[in-house]
């Protein structure tokens, strides 16, 4: 896995609370944001370009990417279920940023991908999206107890790897207070409605019973 970045200058929570193993583990500790095209920090509005992730040009990223393809296209077929329209949104706002950067390898639909490494996360909502673009989080790792809670719903769910959850990330606060009998790794797929302006892509609906008749 490559070395994630641990620079919390621009939200700090997002850069703390790590506990990773004696010794620093299989996997460390640390997040990486990795996307084909965003906007830079103080630079997002319409007009201005996309860039390929600063954490795209670490050492590691590139076969990274590779050898996780075919997970990603797992999560692409999920997304297609779970909401047609949000998937249909992404693949199309995928390809025209493609356009713009063809050299970057990219197999998702999703605007970028976060990669948590033994983080304990806060309760917090997304920003980045439109209530209704969802995140799907792809838990991974070793670890053998976890729950997430959902704080509107009063509720948390049991989070072991290979676990898969899409949420309305903006609407709906969430977050993992600890886990236990090892280290854990969180694959946050985000789409981002900036993102999806520049390249003149419209809003995902919400998923509705036509769907899947």
């Known amino acids: 896995m490559p070395e994630p970045s641990t620079n919390g200058k ?3 929570w997002r850069f703390n609370n790590f506990h990773p193993p004696a010794g620093g583990g299989q996997f460390g500790s640390g997040c990486l944001n990795l996307s084909p095209g965003w906007f830079q920090q103080g630079h997002e509005r319409i007009i201005d ?3 390929v992730s600063q954490d ?3 050492r590691g990223v590139p076969s990274f990417i590779t ?3 075919p997970m990603e296209l797992l999560a692409n ?3 297609s279920v779970i909401n047609p329209q949000l998937y249909l949104a992404g693949l199309q706002a995928a390809n025209a940023v493609q356009t713009l950067q063809p050299t970057v390898l990219w197999a998702s639909v999703w605007s970028g991908i976060a990669l948590i490494v ?3 996360t806060p309760c917090h909502r997304d920003t980045g999206g439109s209530v209704s673009m969802y995140d799907l ?3 991974a790792g070793t670890h053998q107890a976890c729950h997430i809670d959902i704080h509107e719903l ?3 769910f049991l989070y072991l790897p290979g676990t898969m959850l899409a949420l309305s990330g903006k609407a709906l606060s969430h977050g993992v207070k600890t886990w236990g009998g090892g280290e854990r790794i969180c694959a946050a797929h985000f789409m981002k409605d900036g993102v999806h302006n520049r390249v003149g892509q419209a809003r995902p609906g919400w998923p509705i019973l036509d769907d899947y008749l």
């Open 10 to 12: 621009r939200c700090p």
């Open 49 to 51: 370009d996309l860039h």
């Open 56 to 58: 795209m040009h670490k």
């Open 67 to 69: 050898e996780t393809g």
């Open 77 to 79: 077929a999920v997304t």
């Open 118 to 120: 033994n983080r304990e």
């Open 137 to 139: 989080l792809v838990s």
């Open 154 to 156: 009063g509720a948390e």
